[in-house]
């Protein structure tokens, strides 16, 4: 049960993370492509963001581990 | 089947697989190692993998340990490695784990792979920096343009991180006394990082202690440099009703010790899932080779090693990108904390 609970959890998460991680990228290009100028700016406050995102990601990551290893 | 899919997920689960023995007799009778150890190849090891002609694959390296004997008498031993700790009695093998005889281990202040690692990256980070500062204490760069490939690469890293990394989100005057630390940082992690591409060598970053020990760093570096307004942020929210702050304190004082967790997970979880994604990968060869036959392992290979190749490169860039992120998060929250507050537009903000 561990196990399974650790893959359904894993796969949510890998949802979640890849929505907000693609809203990102969606609305950092499409200013890019509205103000060049800035894309500098821009692609710093995406990858900052992303990693935000990808932060909480990990931590629902590490709990599935922990699931697959003291889960029973 | 049922067995096969599990046996699947089960070495894409990190575990090493249980098929290892059929592998460890094929090739090497005498070994006890299975040809595909996921965990054994991410671990923390107590010799230092080389080239097999040299050793037989493996430098040892010496053991410290403080440990308690049977009566409580506190001891010291120190060998050059595990074999030798094993040899004079005192410990013995329990499950790869070395363990007193009789008492128990204190504190285990054995050099490991990654220790040594860690160690070589930061040598690595600090021969260079020094280096190349002695060439700009000569003037190369400063009266003249700087000279070879070597200092323009080093000066493009040391421009972009001092510019687009410090200076951008630490405020004013406060900036360049930060650089150094995030600047050592950066070359540390992705020195760590780069060295894990390398055949034969180890991750120091996919372990967990090394990237708690750098976040606990950042943690430090990051509560002293705030100011009385970052501290009154956190214990007596300004501009808001007092049960309110009852609620944000708690959430703030947890938000200290939450930043560099995520940073120290952030790091780990990224090196580890590169390694063991690109193990799991070569690992089917072996998976398919024992279950369809010797041909369906040699069609299997042509696929899982090209896209080896491809993981590589995908793995390089973010062995670079994970230290840029983690130099950029402490740049980030050494900026919120160091952050002087004007606190007449502050009431207005809030009151907004």
Known sequence: ?72 | MFQTIRRLFLTLLFLSISTSHLFAADANSESEEPVIDVMGTVADHDYFKVPKFINGGKIYLPRLIFWEDAEGASQFSAFLSSKKAIESGLFEDVDHVLTPVSGSIKLDMSITSHLVYFWMSMLFAVMLTIAMSNRYKKGFGRDVEPKGAFQNLFEVFFVFIRDEVVRANIEGHKADKYVPYLFTVFMGIAFMNLFGLLPWAATATADLTVTATLAVISFFVIQFSGTKDHWEHVFWFPGVPTPIRLILTPVEILGLFTKPFALAIRLFANMLSGKIMIISILGLIFIFADFFGTVAGYSVSIFSVSLTVVLYALKTFVALLQAYIFTLLTAVFIGMAAEEHHHEEHAADHAA
């Open chain 1, 1 to 72: 049960m561990g196990l399974l609970a650790a893959g359904i959890g894993a796969g949510i998460v890998a949802i979640g993370a890849g929505i907000g991680i693609g809203m990102i990228g969606k609305a950092a290009t499409e200013s890019i492509a509205r103000q060049p100028e800035a894309s500098g700016d821009i692609r710093g406050a995406m990858i900052l963001t992303a990693a935000f995102i990808e932060g909480v990601a990990l931590f629902c990551a590490v709990i599935c581990i922990l699931l697959v290893f003291f889960g029973g």
